[in-house]
């Protein structure tokens, strides 16, 4: 079977979180850093009334956990590429469904649920191949909810010099809404989380999209 497309040593920034899973929980880094674009996409779930979920990326799981503990859904995934992320994952919850699979090749059937969401995680991806993914284990009409650091920001410019942009890259909001339009979905809100401390501490974007077709 052709391998789906990733962005160049993407095994290696996995294999990296495999180390960086046990300090990741940390509950400053959680709460300052985290939890904002979490209780936001929460949000946008319990309002959409949505049931069949996917987390990419979910590193520790929180979020996914989060998601089945306080919306009781028919099912969650939470799914990542490091292993070492997901074992933290699956000591925080038996319920959530756990994959270790790339976001550019979930291996869940077409269709198969209502909304994608990914925090602090797309900058890894190939955008168009984790994108056409998305939208192929979509349903019609389905739900995607991405947050990522905005590279306009001042912080966020010196996370991504030149050589690192093959590792990890962050789209400008209006990069990020082209790139999610082109992939086959309307672009319905954009705008940066809402958090407890000044945005340009953790300048970060919410897009939220609708599959349209
Ligand atoms: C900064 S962590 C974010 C974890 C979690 N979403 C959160 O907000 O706490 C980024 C995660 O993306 C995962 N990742 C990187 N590239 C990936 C890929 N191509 N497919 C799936 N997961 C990937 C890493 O293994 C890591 O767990």
């Not at 294999?15 to 949000?43: K, M, T």
């Not at 009409?141 to 912080?155: C, D, E, K, Q, T």
């Not at 966020?156 to 979905?185: K, N």
Request: positive net charge.
């Amino acid at each position: 079977m052709p391998q789906a497309p990733t962005r160049a040593f993407n095994s290696l920034v996995t294999s990296g979180w495999n180390r960086l899973a046990r300090v990741y929980n940390a509950p400053l880094v959680q709460r300052v850093a985290y939890q904002p674009p979490q209780d936001e996409i929460i949000d946008q779930l319990r309002r959409a009334g949505i049931r069949r979920i996917a987390d990419v990326g979910c590193g520790t799981g929180i979020l996914a956990s989060r998601i089945q503990r306080e919306l009781v859904p028919e099912v969650v995934y939470g799914c990542d590429a490091s292993i070492g992320m997901l074992q933290q994952a699956k000591a925080r919850s038996a319920e959530v469904d756990w994959i270790n699979r790339q976001a550019e090749d979930l291996g869940l059937p077409d269709g198969a649920v209502d909304a994608v969401v990914s925090t602090h995680a797309f900058h890894f991806f190939d955008h168009a191949a984790a994108l056409a993914e998305f939208h192929r284990i979509l349903a019609p009409g389905g739900l995607l909810a991405i947050v990522l650091n905005n590279p306009r920001s001042r912080f966020a410019r010196l996370l991504q010099p030149q050589p690192i942009q093959s590792v990890a890259y962050f789209p400008s909001p209006a990069q990020m809404r082209l790139l999610v339009e082109d992939a086959g979905f309307l672009v319905t809100e954009q705008r940066p989380v809402r958090r407890p401390i000044p945005a340009i501490l953790v300048p970060d974007v919410l897009t939220i999209a609708r599959r349209v077709d």
